[in-house]
């Protein structure tokens, strides 16, 4: 028995040495965004509806909008989790709802540097449209005529990721973009009313590369300034 102790506490110590080397690892391989480490980086990731409020439905009935984009978000703070210098607020974390007013109030009091609220479409008119559209606003403050820049930028890096159709970066009235008072996006990242893109956009696949794409645009802006 005092045998079998000692080889477990060495067994038990290795695990916790190759544990820790792992962590180390990973620590170091962290990147640092647009390689200043000086300048912190914070971003808002906005899941769109939430709660009672599901957003828009899958001709099934089963597929909420609610749903998918709040694991889209999940994976957008993963992804920006590898930059040493980034830090991510979200609008929610579960399924609640949460005002627009409130989402918009909560990232001007945290003065961050990127809003990119995440949403899916849908077409009651017709279940062939389909495609990947960003959407951004015009404002005479100067803090927001970035907006355009950051929708172009992120719309042309998640067609980079996924096979979809480019419906462009557009000018819009939301509210979450147009008073928000940091450059700021609301990504529709395909039709639930579309049967083949509803498909896709449940798998965690298509929603990570989805997300993928997201960083990438986003990334790409900023180191582009």
């Not at 962290?30 to 409020?53: A, T």
């Not at 995440?118 to 449209?129: A, Q, R, Y």
């Not at 509210?175 to 990242?189: F, G, N």
């Not at 798998?203 to 997300?211: C, F, G, K, M, N």
Request: net charge negative; with cysteine.
């Amino acid at each position: 028995l005092g045998f079998i102790f000692i080889m477990y506490s060495i067994f038990s110590m290795g695990s916790i040495l190759i544990s820790r080397i792992k962590y180390e690892l990973i620590q170091s391989k962290k990147i640092v965004l647009n390689n200043d480490e000086s300048r912190r980086y914070k971003i808002y990731i906005d899941p769109g509806h939430g709660g009672n409020d599901v957003g828009t439905i899958s001709k099934s009935g089963k597929v909420y909008e609610k749903d998918i984009v709040l694991e889209i978000s999940k994976k957008v703070v993963e992804e920006l989790s590898n930059y040493s210098n980034v830090d991510v607020i979200v609008s929610r974390s579960e399924d609640k709802y949460i005002s627009l007013e409130n989402r918009v109030k909560e990232a001007n009091e945290a003065n961050v540097d990127y809003f990119i609220s995440i949403h899916i479409n849908s077409d009651p008119n017709s279940e062939d449209t389909h495609g990947v559209e960003t959407y951004y606003s015009i404002s005479n403050k100067k803090e927001v005529l970035g907006s355009e820049n950051l929708a172009t930028y992120i719309q042309s890096n998640i067609l980079e990721v996924i096979d979809a159709k480019d419906r462009g970066a557009k000018k819009s009235n939301f509210m979450v973009t147009k008073l928000t008072s940091m450059p700021a996006v609301l990504v529709e990242c395909g039709f639930l009313s579309n049967k083949s893109e509803m498909s896709k956009l449940s798998t965690h696949i298509y929603q990570s590369d989805i997300a993928q794409g997201i960083v990438k645009g986003l990334v790409a802006y900023i180191e582009e300034k």
